[in-house]
T-cell receptor, first 112, second 110 residues
C-alpha cells in the first residue's frame, strides 16, 4: 500500500531531551515536507526537501533540523525541544509535477 | 501563492450533494486549484485538483469558472464520513509549499 509512515504516533518528552520523529514513504516521491498544526494557527510548513541532500526552510523552521540522506526517509530532529514545540506534526510527500501530496497520520508531540 | 477565501462552515444533509465554494480572484495563469480535506486531526487527504477544465474523480468534482477566479468542489452524495475541514489551495505545479488557510468545516447531518 502506498503510504507515508510516521513514528511515533504519540510522544511525551521533557524539555531539552533530543528527539527524532521519523518519516518514510514507499512511493519513490521526490518531494517531502514537514508541517505542524496548532489550534488557531492551522498547518504551517517547517521544512521541505526537493530530493536527496536538498532541503530548505519553510515558514517555521526555528528549533528543528531535517536530513534527506535517502529518498524514502525524511526525519525531523528536535535537538533541544521546548514546550512551544508541543504540536501535531505531519509529514507529506509527492511526485514531481502538479500532483497532490500524500500525508502521514501524524505525530502528537508533548514537551513538558 | 494566490490567497483563497472559503466560508468558515456549512451543513449538508446526508445523501445530498455538498457544494463547497472557493474564491481565488488573484490566481495566476500557471496556478492550479487543489482541494484537501482533514478529518478530525488525521493527516490531510488530497481530493482533486485542476487548472482550468472541470475535473471529476471517484471522490468529487471540481468546477472552475471560466475566468478562474472561483471554483466549487462538489461531493455528489455526502455521507457522515465526509464531515471534515475542507481546504482550497492554489499553487503552481513547481511549488514545494502548501499554504493552508482556515478551510470550511463541513458537517454532514443524518
Amino acid at each position: 500500500e502506498a503510504q507515508v509512515t510516521q513514528n511515533p504516533r504519540y510522544l511525551i518528552t521533557v524539555t531539552g531531551k533530543k528527539l527524532t520523529v521519523t518519516c518514510s514513504q514507499n512511493m519513490n516521491h521526490e518531494y517531502m515536507s514537514w508541517y505542524r498544526q496548532d489550534p488557531g494557527l492551522g498547518l504551517r510548513q517547517i521544512y521541505y526537501s526537493m530530493n536527496v541532500e536538498v532541503t530548505d526552510k519553510g515558514d517555521v523552521p526555528e528549533g528543528y533540523k531535517v536530513s534527506r540522506k535517502e529518498k524514502r526517509n525524511f526525519p525531523l530532529i528536535l535537538e533541544s525541544p521546548s514546550p512551544n514545540q508541543t504540536s501535531l506534526y505531519f509529514c507529506a510527500s509527492r511526485q514531481q509535477g502538479a500532483l497532490g501530496y500524500t500525508f502521514g497520520s501524524g505525530t502528537r508531540l508533548t514537551v513538558v | 501563492d494566490a490567497k483563497t477565501t472559503q466560508p468558515p462552515s456549512m451543513d449538508c444533509a446526508e445523501g445530498r450533494a455538498a457544494n463547497l465554494p472557493c474564491n481565488h480572484s488573484t490566481i495566476s495563469g500557471n496556478e492550479y486549484v487543489y482541494w484537501y480535506r482533514q478529518i478530525h486531526s488525521q493527516g490531510p487527504q488530497y481530493i482533486i485538483h485542476g487548472l482550468k477544465n472541470n475535473e471529476t474523480n471517484e471522490m468529487a468534482s471540481l468546477i472552475i469558472t471560466e475566468d478562474r477566479k472561483s471554483s466549487t468542489l462538489i461531493l455528489p452524495h455526502a455521507t457522515l464520513r465526509d464531515t471534515a475541514v475542507y481546504y482550497c489551495i492554489v499553487r503552481s505545479g513547481g511549488d514545494y509549499k502548501l499554504s493552508f488557510g482556515a478551510g470550511t468545516t463541513v458537517t454532514v447531518r443524518a
